[in-house]
């Protein structure tokens, strides 16, 4: 089975900075994708970032690109999302996900999802 957790939301000011960190357990020898997605009360999901299995692919959203890094560690078995310059628009429940051997950004590509992580941006 696999299985994703989330950490590192919170509160922050406007401009601030925070680091999400999603743990991945999955079979050894998986090769998958991870993307970060978030969602605000009342408003879809909507993509965030992606990287591949290699790390060696990324892709951004818009509302994020220039701001925001993707990584990972596969040695711990952990991808980051690194984001600066928050706004309050910023403020939802993020998501890791993963299952898709391609980084893709729509959610119903991803099979396995965490339980997401709060981040709330102050003005």
């Known amino acids: 089975q696999v299985r994703l957790v989330e950490s590192g939301g919170g509160l922050v000011q406007a401009g601030g900075s925070l680091r999400l960190s999603c743990a991945v357990f999955?079979?050894?020898?998986?090769?998958?994708?991870v993307g970060w997605f978030r969602q605000a009360p009342g408003k879809e999901r909507e993509f965030v970032a992606t990287?591949?299995?290699?790390?060696?692919?990324?892709y951004y959203a818009d509302s994020v690109k220039g701001r925001s890094t993707i990584s990972r560690d596969n040695i711990k078995s952990t991808v980051y999302l690194q984001m600066n310059s928050l706004k309050p628009e910023d403020t939802a429940v993020y998501y890791c996900?993963?299952?898709?051997?391609?980084?893709?950004?729509?959610?119903?590509?991803?099979?396995?999802w965490g339980p997401g992580t709060q981040v709330t941006v102050s003005s």
């Open positions: 990287i591949s299995w290699s790390g060696g692919i990324t």
């Open positions: 999955a079979p050894t020898f998986s090769r998958y994708a």
């Open positions: 996900a993963t299952g898709t051997p391609n980084p893709r950004y729509t959610d119903a590509e991803y099979k396995y």
